[in-house]
């Protein structure tokens, strides 16, 4: 009850909710198709946005989307000149963006501070206008999974089949690289540049961990991470604690309980 | 001497009566992996109706030649056509069904259901987003076919090798295509499996007048019931109408060089 007295309570558990739902959501395709690292790639690229912004003095989220959706862009570029060898790709983007972002946080040493909370995330300091631009932008990742779940799955499970399939699979790919982007800046904002990978990778790898089929899959990670915000959130404000780190804590508990707790049935059994 | 080896023949032009539906049809075609060609002037048309099995040695370009035919390779020379289409304009995608050598090697933890993987073969592009009561018709249509609609719900992770190669029968199946293309499919599947998928494919042949195109090593069960056999050799493709018409000598050697090569690879 007193948690929801603060406008900026409210604000966060939307945001946070919002995000959890599409972080989990996306996470689930980018685990599968075996991008967990790219998320943390394009987390470590978006930094260097959100100091452009500041910088320049434009809103640091759209910095960090044109950020994200280049560095995807040119992840996805790279991985074609070296199909065996797409770490390379991972690598040069994200010490290329945390270069970046690094010269650009010295030419501005003013806003430090600031850059603290999107290296950490500062649920508690979302604006009115990130939660219209979380919103806004969560209904358009959501809108185009309900669409395009079929082509996704399609392609994640056999790239091959789904192309004879008749599914235009390198539009498909492009447009999912550009949706990866989006959700990565948004959770940016929540959780932190150095935990947005986190909240996209631990509450699918707890589904996988006994989904009985894919859309379970679905439902039981968009659980665990609404799980992991509201109740990392709701802890981080009673102890007074970072909330990106409380959730994702959270989240990595269960995950661990899940894998002791399968391993412990399965030996009992 | 060995068969699938020597100079470059001449190429062999088949003509075929224009009243016959035709599934493929390749005219000079010609592939090479950077500058070593592996295939050069095929010509080959296969019509409705047909069971074709491509035999031929390791590296003798078999799973090149098929996917030049889905187009998923592009010819350096030549032209394809698949169901009467040029292949760069082709868009009946669900009217073809394709199950590419790797099939077998799936990721095993990848939680799907059967009918989930069934059902991502079945795509009609925008249409298909309100389709869902056909698309599971659909679906369980094609399991019924394959003889595994017990299996609807189990994650394909869990299953045989010889079941899992019906789940890929059954997607490639699933838009109820016309002509079904098979790469090695009972690679790593035992004995009696591999001759109940081969008497599947069979009864799909003779009762749904689906086309066939197989590539395979298994001699026996696969030869014994196309009506074509196709020695990828030299660089072409050798077409036999029938078989008791093709020189037992040849083929003892095509078969001997087979296992024998096979010997060499283990």
New interface residues.
Partial sequence: MSVFSFAFMQRAFLAGVITAVLAAAMGVFIVLRRMSVVGDSLAHASLAGVAAGMLLGFYPFYGALIFVAGAALLIEFIRGAFQRYAEVALAVVMSGGMALAVVMISLGKAFNADLFSYLFGSLVAVSPTDVRVIATAGIVIITSLALLHRELFAITFDEEAAYLSGIPVRAVNIYFTLLTALTVALAVRVVGTLLVAALMVIPPAVSLQFARSFKATFVIAIGVALTSVITGLYISFIFDLAPGGTIVLIAAAILVAVILVKGAVHSWI | MAVCEGELAAPVSIDIPASSAEMVRLEGVSFAYNSCYVLENVNLVVTAGEFLALIGANGSAKTTLMKIM???LKPRAGRVELLGQDIRSF?A??R?G?I?Q??GH??T?????VA??V???????WR??FAARARQRAVQGALELVGIPDLA?R?VGELSGGQRQKVFLA?ALV?RPSALFLDEPTTGIDPSAREEFYRLLEQLNRQEGLTIIIITHDFQAALARAQKIGCVRDRNVYIHTNLSEVDQDHLAEVLGYQIGASHVRL
């Fill in positions: 889905v187009g998923l868009r995608w669900h073809i394709y590419s790797n099939a799936i990721n933890s990848f939680p799907a259901t989930e993987v059902a991502s073969g079945y795509y009609h592009g298909g987003m719900g994650l997607r838009s």
